[in-house]
């Protein structure tokens, strides 16, 4: 049994912790279950569990956000359209966030996924200065799609 201020009180019966846990009105908690002895100490519950739950938040907060923006094309697009998005996927880039591009296909598209990888290789060429690939498209379609993800370099 440990006390509230941590020191190790050694084996005591569970009746002698209990009683001793309700004279300083906390609470018994078990720590150490699987040890033998079963490990148990006394403190605030309510504390403990708000403390941990404080950590956590914390921990959140500090974790890095990657925001993952998404560029849709499709597999016979026209120079316009594909140069308005490209320009969209660079201003993505450069503001830090990870592109996703994506090519739908539809009925007979699905015929020729080899049209999508060269709107995505085009995508690539284009964007080379200001994104690396971060994740390659597969050799395959995802039903489908198609997609790569790039990363600001």
């Known amino acids: 049994m440990i006390d509230p201020e941590g020191t190790q009180l050694g084996i005591i019966p569970v009746e002698e912790a209990r009683a001793r846990a309700r004279e300083l009105a906390l609470d018994l908690v078990e ?4 040890a033998r002895p079963p ?3 006394i403190m605030d519950h309510g504390r403990f569990v708000y403390e941990q739950e404080k950590k956590a938040r914390e921990a959140r907060k500090q974790q890095h956000h ?3 923006k998404e560029v849709k094309f ?3 697009i026209g120079d316009h ?3 308005t998005k490209v320009k969209r996927a660079e ?3 450069v503001e830090g966030k990870h592109v996703k591009l994506t090519v739908m296909f539809r009925w007979r ?3 020729r996924p080899e049209n999508g990888y060269e709107v995505l290789r085009r995508v690539c060429e284009e964007l080379a200065e ?3 690939v971060e994740r390659h498209p597969p050799q395959g379609l995802e039903g489908r799609d198609l997609s790569m993800v790039l990363k600001p370099s």
Do not use: G, H, Q, S
Not at 31 to 34: I, K
């Open 130 to 132: 200001v994104a690396a």
């Open 91 to 93: 201003r993505f880039l």
């Open 66 to 68: 990657i925001d993952i």
């Open 39 to 41: 490990v148990c100490k």
């Open 31 to 34: 720590v150490a279950p699987n």
């Open 109 to 111: 598209e699905t015929r």
């Open 81 to 83: 359209d594909f140069e």
């Open 74 to 76: 499709r597999p016979n």
